[in-house]
């Protein structure tokens, strides 16, 4: 071990830092050590990847080394604020960076992206003829508007690499004959071996013509005459585009994929009974192909080359859009970074920082990208672009590196370590999880991590409290199905009854000597959307919970409620500012209330208002008094602090006892009192502070951050993503299925997935057939590297456990790739030698005094295929029901009805009804999806006729939403829905209309089907007249294979 670690302060040191084995503690050691030698703190840097890492730092150094002056002086912080830090002090030294400097918001970002956008390429279009002619070049291969195209493959770059411009371009290694300068001297190489595949078969066609017999002549002339017809139109078409001379008609010939049949007619067209035909035949076959494969690779050639010179505008315009933004001192997030590089990447401006800084502490090592260490190493260095000796200490785990997205790259981390004269030390004592959590991890990730480039290191367990208990427990469903959904859905029930099963006492935590608390569990998902499902859940089981993150309450209707009013408060003449508030459940105005007070009074600008001499009717009096206090809040700026204007704000919209009628209070609830703390509270510090500051600040979703918003003293479940839990720690732990990044890409769309940059060199596809030559190679390479960090996101998940840990993992039964990471966990934890029901803990009433194990097995181990779960279920129903576990219904797979059903309804709520050309490829991707790709006819049948039905046509000038959901609480019942289409009419009243697909059994009897289908839309009804909605009519649209068109059918309301 590294006790002595304190005491090297001669020596640079990587703290090798396992989960839980103590990293801060060893930062704070080495910092007092430092502080002994009186060291000046102002010339101490640590460095944080967090600001809750910053905050817990800041606070220990002053319960543990407070003695020290000038301990404030240290900076503390993470590589953002310091690199601000850093441009502030040398942005003289920049003579290309604008004095004054703002760091944009997103919001504001993208705006300012979209007017460079607009200039550069009006610029590029009027004087760069080369640029103009590829875009002409490009459309020929890309379907959609290339104006469309170029804005969004640029915004691509944009966001996922924002300074690409240091990329080298390098044309050098390419091919002389890929660049496209001579059209004939490109082709004609191409050219003549194409034609000597035409010349061969077109031989051996005559020879095969002179040796068949008079039996077979008809059939081969059939034959003969086929394929001549075919070749002379392909190549008499192909010889004309050449010798043109002109690239677009090249370009426009290969933009369609060319192709000459093998199988025309019957099977028997190409087998005989003469064999030196037949024989031929297989040679003229096989060149046919070869012919084929050949135009293939010509045309990705193209594609190739065309991409290859469209990139480096690409590169062009990164590098002008940041030169810009320096220049404007606009800047983004990111620009900190690299801005902060720039200036000490000149050894003129880093003989002004020597000095300044001599000591680099960096917590986290493994998250920060080489950019960031670029930074901190360099203000350490000699003359002898040496790091000087006691210069550096960094604690990290290489096992811990989840943030690629954020450009960490742990490969070119560790070379980076190779070239520094540093001494390595490891951590390996945990001192947060119990015995048998730290044997089954060490079991696990030994044979895991041998499939990456990282040395897993057994980690000691410090805690013992399992006298033969279980600590793990593991949990498996398996599906054949490619669709999980329903694996999904289970798995959130299990937790549910899990959590039902805690929360009633029957689990007693062995560290802290009591019985557990649902505040003490943590589920940890891998998406978003799974954190959305827990909460439905919970909400309907009145469980309280809360969401962790800052994207959750960013979005979170309180977040967008108080960002809204106190724009309307700060300027009335920002109508949609002041609509957005109105419109909130704070004042509570409803369309037709904010309608009739337009009408009578034509504004919603208060400060335009004499509201003195306003008529108040009962039908605009909640507007009248809404406006009137946000007018009488609007004269409290610049006169008292926000924080009281807010609590004025609160006061006058009852905002509190409004939350709590919602069906989310909880989580609400929370993040108001987050606001009124540590936003407010902590903004103005009782200061009369610029309103508009505020407004900037809710405006920039970078700053925004969530700090303790989990207070231990509330009994709420914790519910976060795995990247949300980095460096924190829960007595119990529930793994919402194992990391697996899906990949996938929609039909000629452009997303992330579609571009990748590795090592200066980088590729893109636009659609299926459309794709730079190196994708696949490359993108092969990045699946790989996927997959190595979903094994480092599943040891981050499971290292957060201190007593209890419960994997929930599922999955199809088939691997879909070398890199299937939850077919190799249930590979691995089978070998392991597991036994036991995870359902047996539902029998165990108090898990603390059943000593179930065997066999020295440390995990509690099911597979949850639905067999094993029906043989279980049986007598453990009677417990496990109190606790809301439900058997899995015996018709757990949907019919191929059902599931065309879905398909149809999916696809009427995605495509543009104005628009139905692409209906066929869209009917093809949502059939793949659903797995049902053999009835593509038939939803494009179904689909088709909704959209042509005189109902759906008539929308043209009409306002609709489609899957639009509704909920309310009506009568002490809980009724939602979602609303297929819901149109609203010139009169504001609305239609309810609600697709169904039928059979031809119920045709006899549609009558009868409609009037089961009514309890259903009655309640939409309720719901929409609860909310102040006029409903002027509901009809179900009809669609079956066995009509020739829709039926609607009204419903009486």
């Known amino acids: 071990m590294i006790d002595n670690i304190k005491d090297k302060l001669d020596k640079n040191i990587y703290a090798r830092a396992g989960a839980g084995t103590g990293k801060t503690t060893k930062l704070i050691q080495r910092l007092n050590s430092l502080l002994k030698t009186n060291v000046d703190p102002k010339k101490i840097v640590i460095i944080t990847f967090t600001h809750a890492a910053s905050d817990e730092i800041n606070n220990r150094i002053k319960n543990e080394i407070a003695y020290y002056e000038n301990l404030s002086d240290i900076f503390i912080g993470t590589i953002h604020e310091f690199s601000l830090k850093i441009i502030r002090q040398g942005k003289y030294l920049d003579k290309s960076l604008a004095k004054s400097i703002r760091t944009l918001s997103e919001n504001e970002s993208l705006e300012v992206s979209k007017k460079f956008f607009e200039f550069w390429s009006y610029n590029k279009f009027n004087n760069d003829n080369d640029f103009t002619d590829l875009v002409f070049f490009l459309q020929f291969f890309f379907p959609k508007s290339i104006e469309k195209f170029i804005f969004d493959i640029f915004s691509l770059f944009n966001s996922k690499f924002l300074h690409l411009s240091e990329i080298s371009f390098n044309i050098s290694n390419i091919k002389k004959e890929n660049r496209i300068d001579d059209i004939n001297l490109f082709y004609k190489s191409r050219y003549q071996n194409l034609y000597f595949y035409y010349e061969e078969i077109i031989k051996l066609l005559k020879e095969s013509k002179q040796n068949i017999s008079s039996m077979d002549k008809l059939l081969d002339d059939k034959l003969y005459v086929y394929l001549c017809d075919e070749f002379?139109?392909?190549?008499?078409?192909?010889?004309?585009?050449?010798?043109?001379?002109?690239?677009?008609?090249?370009?426009?010939?290969?933009?369609?994929?060319?192709?000459?049949?093998?199988?025309?007619?019957?099977?028997?067209?190409?087998?005989?009974?003469?064999?030196?035909?037949?024989?031929?035949?297989?040679?003229?076959k096989d060149n046919i192909k070869k012919l084929n494969s050949h135009l293939q690779e010509l045309r990705e050639e193209i594609i190739d080359d065309l991409l290859i010179k469209f990139s480096k505008y690409l590169f062009q315009y990164v590098k002008d859009f940041y030169n810009f933004r320096k220049t404007q001192g606009t800047i983004n997030f990111d620009d900190q970074i690299y801005i902060a590089r720039e200036i000490l990447s000149d050894d003129n401006n880093l003989d002004f920082f020597r000095g300044k800084y001599d000591y680099i502490f960096i917590d986290e090592f493994q998250d920060t990208d080489p950019?960031?260490?670029?930074?901190?190493?360099?203000?350490?260095?000699?003359?002898?672009?040496?790091?000087?000796?006691?210069?550096?200490?960094?604690?990290?785990?290489?096992?811990?590196?989840?943030?690629?997205?954020?450009?960490?790259?742990?490969?070119?981390?560790?070379?980076?370590?190779?070239?520094?004269?540093?001494?390595?030390?490891?951590?390996?004592?945990?001192?947060?999880?119990?015995?048998?959590?730290?044997?089954?991890?060490?079991?696990?990730?030994?044979?895991?991590?041998?499939?990456?480039?990282?040395?897993?290191?057994?980690?000691?367990?410090?805690?013992?409290?399992?006298?033969?208990?279980?600590?793990?427990?593991?949990?498996?469903?398996i599906t054949e199905e490619k669709n999980i959904k329903l694996l999904r859905d289970n798995t959130a029930e299990k937790i549910l009854s899990l959590v039902k099963f805690i929360n009633d006492g029957n689990i007693r935590l062995p560290s802290l000597n009591r019985i557990a608390k649902i505040s003490d569990i943590c589920v940890l998902v891998n998406r978003n959307q799974d954190s959305e499902l827990l909460s439905e859940k919970f909400i309907e089981n009145k469980i309280p919970y809360l969401i962790n993150g800052d994207n959750f309450f960013i979005k979170s209707n309180i977040f967008h409620l108080v960002h809204m009013n106190f724009k309307a408060i700060y300027d009335s003449s920002d109508e949609i500012s002041v609509l957005a508030a109105l419109k909130s459940f704070a004042w509570g105005c409803s369309d037709d209330d904010i309608y009739n007070w337009k009408i009578k009074n034509n504004t919603l600008n208060y400060k335009l208002l004499d509201f003195t001499n306003i008529d108040i009717s009962k039908s605009n009096k909640k507007v009248f008094q809404s406006l009137s206090k946000l007018n009488?809040?609007?004269?409290?700026?610049?006169?008292?602090?926000?924080?009281?204007?807010?609590?004025?704000?609160?006061?006058?919209?009852?905002?509190?006892?409004?939350?709590?009628?919602?069906?989310?209070?909880?989580?609400?609830?929370?993040?108001?009192?987050?606001?009124?703390?540590?936003?407010?509270?902590?903004?103005?510090?009782?200061?009369?502070?610029?309103?508009?500051?505020?407004?900037?600040?809710?405006?920039?979703?970078?700053?925004?951050?969530?700090?303790?918003?989990?207070?231990?003293?509330?009994?709420?479940?914790?519910?976060?993503?795995?990247?949300?839990?980095?460096?924190?720690?829960?007595?119990?732990?529930?793994?919402?299925?194992?990391?697996?990044?899906?990949?996938?890409?929609?039909?000629?769309?452009?997303?992330?997935?579609?571009?990748?940059?590795?090592?200066?060199?980088?590729?893109?596809?636009?659609?299926?057939?459309?794709?730079?030559?190196?994708?696949?190679?490359?993108?092969?390479?990045?699946?790989?590297?996927?997959y190595s960090e979903n094994i480092r996101k599943l040891y981050v998940g499971l290292t957060r456990s201190e007593d209890f840990l419960f994997i929930f993992n599922f999955f199809t039964q088939t691997k879909s790739s070398i890199y299937d990471l939850p077919y190799e966990v249930s590979k691995i934890i089978k070998n392991i030698g597991l036994k036991n029901s995870f359902l047996e803990l539902f029998k165990s009433k108090n898990l603390i005094s059943s000593k179930i194990m065997k066999n020295n097995s440390n995990i509690e181990f099911s597979i949850h295929d639905r067999d094993y779960i029906n043989s279980q279920l049986d007598n453990l129903v009677s417990k496990s029901q109190d606790y809301g576990y439900k058997k899995p219904s015996d018709d757990h797979k949907y019919s191929k009805n059902s599931i065309i059903g879905t398909v149809v309804h999916e696809i009427m709520k995605n495509i543009d009804f104005n628009d139905i050309k692409n209906l066929e490829n869209i009917a093809e991707i949502y059939c793949d999806r659903n797995d049902i790709p053999s009835e593509k006819s038939k939803v494009v049948f179904l689909t088709n006729n909704l959209l042509n039905s005189s109902l759906i046509r008539s929308l043209k000038n009409k306002k609709y939403y489609k899957?639009?959901?509704?909920?309310?609480?009506?009568?002490?019942?809980?009724?939602?829905?979602?609303?297929?289409?819901?149109?609203?009419?010139?009169?504001?009243?609305?239609?309810?209309?609600?697709?169904?697909?039928?059979?031809?059994?119920?045709?006899?009897?549609?009558?009868?089907?409609?009037?089961?289908?009514?309890?259903?839309i009655l309640d939409y009804v309720k719901i929409l007249k609860s909310q102040k909605k006029i409903v002027k009519d509901a009809k179900l649209l009809f669609v079956s294979e066995f009509m020739e068109e829709a039926f609607e059918y009204n419903i009486d309301i």
């Open 232 to 284: 002379n139109l392909l190549f008499n078409e192909l010889k004309e585009k050449y010798e043109s001379n002109t690239p677009s008609d090249i370009y426009e010939f290969f933009s369609k994929e060319k192709k000459i049949k093998t199988n025309i007619g019957k099977k028997d067209n190409w087998k005989t009974e003469n064999a030196t035909f037949d024989s031929n035949l297989s040679f003229i």
């Open 963 to 1016: 899957e639009i959901w509704v909920s309310n609480r009506i009568d002490d019942y809980d009724l939602e829905g979602s609303i297929d289409l819901l149109i609203e009419n010139n009169d504001r009243s609305y239609s309810i209309i609600d697709y169904k697909t039928t059979s031809e059994k119920n045709l006899y009897n549609l009558s009868k089907v409609s009037e089961s289908y009514k309890s259903q």
């Open 632 to 786: 009488q809040l609007n004269q409290l700026i610049d006169r008292i602090p926000l924080s009281v204007i807010f609590d004025k704000f609160e006061i006058s919209t009852d905002l509190a006892n409004k939350i709590s009628l919602s069906d989310d209070n909880e989580n609400q609830l929370a993040y108001l009192e987050y606001i009124k703390l540590k936003i407010f509270t902590d903004f103005d510090s009782g200061k009369i502070s610029p309103i508009k500051s505020l407004i900037n600040f809710f405006e920039n979703d970078k700053q925004i951050k969530l700090k303790n918003i989990h207070d231990s003293n509330v009994n709420k479940i914790n519910i976060m993503t795995i990247h949300e839990s980095k460096g924190r720690e829960f007595p119990i732990v529930l793994l919402f299925g194992i990391p697996k990044k899906s990949r996938g890409n929609s039909y000629d769309s452009l997303n992330s997935d579609n571009l990748i940059v590795d090592d200066g060199d980088f590729t893109y596809k636009l659609s299926s057939n459309l794709q730079m030559k190196n994708y696949d190679q490359m993108y092969q390479k990045e699946q790989k590297n996927s």
């Open 371 to 477: 950019y960031q260490m670029q930074i901190t190493t360099n203000l350490i260095k000699d003359y002898e672009n040496n790091i000087k000796s006691g210069s550096l200490f960094i604690v990290g785990d290489e096992k811990q590196s989840i943030y690629s997205f954020r450009r960490a790259d742990i490969n070119k981390l560790q070379k980076h370590l190779e070239k520094i004269n540093i001494d390595k030390e490891s951590l390996k004592i945990n001192y947060r999880s119990d015995k048998n959590i730290i044997n089954f991890i060490n079991d696990l990730f030994d044979k895991l991590f041998q499939s990456t480039n990282i040395e897993y290191e057994q980690m000691l367990f410090s805690k013992d409290y399992s006298e033969g208990i279980s600590s793990v427990f593991y949990d498996e469903e």
